[in-house]
């Protein structure tokens, strides 16, 4: 160093401190580009209603919609674990083995039955492995099923309505005064 008017001025920098600079400058920018892309990015990529053909024709309008069958009936391990699930051939039959409904999709969940064999659902809402989600966090603290799965109700097919992102989910937390933090939802 040299004394220019009495004070110590610093060299200049080395290649290497000016490229460790823009290392981190490149850095920065790429990481804060991620989150950006990363918050409005839909978890499935394109986003459409889907409805895909299921084993049995069932009517969520009939069942919890006219019925007004709680969706945790169905749902049981909604209230009890991170997945809602789908009911057994069983659950079902515990309403149907007393009715007399002569129908095409009656008859074929009565084989099922018979044969002690599973009804293999498609599922309708996924989400990437790089996301934790609880149904039972969000089932005590009393958000309604439709908040995340949209009219489902009103369905006499069931269909995907609600897209599933990260703003969707933080804008939900925010509303309801519920943690943001990225661990929250990310492990």
Known sequence: ???IGGHASLKPRSDIARFATKILAVLAVGFIGFVVFFYAAPFQYSFSVWAPDQPIAYSHKLHAGDLEINCQYCHAYARRSEMAGVPSVSKCMNCHSNLTIDSEQIAKLTEHYDQ?????????????????????????????????????????????LVKHN???????????????????CHM
């Open 116 to 160: 002690d064999k599973p009804l293999e659902w498609i599922r309708i809402y996924d989400l990437p492995d790089l996301v934790w989600f609880s149904h039972k966090r969000h089932i005590a603290k009393e958000i309604a099923c439709q908040k995340c799965h949209g009219p489902v109700q009103t369905l006499v097919t069931n269909a995907r």
């Open 1 to 3: 160093m040299r004394k």
């Open 166 to 184: 990260m703003s969707f989910c933080l804008n939900c937390h925010q509303e309801n005064g519920a943690p943001t933090d990225c661990l929250t």
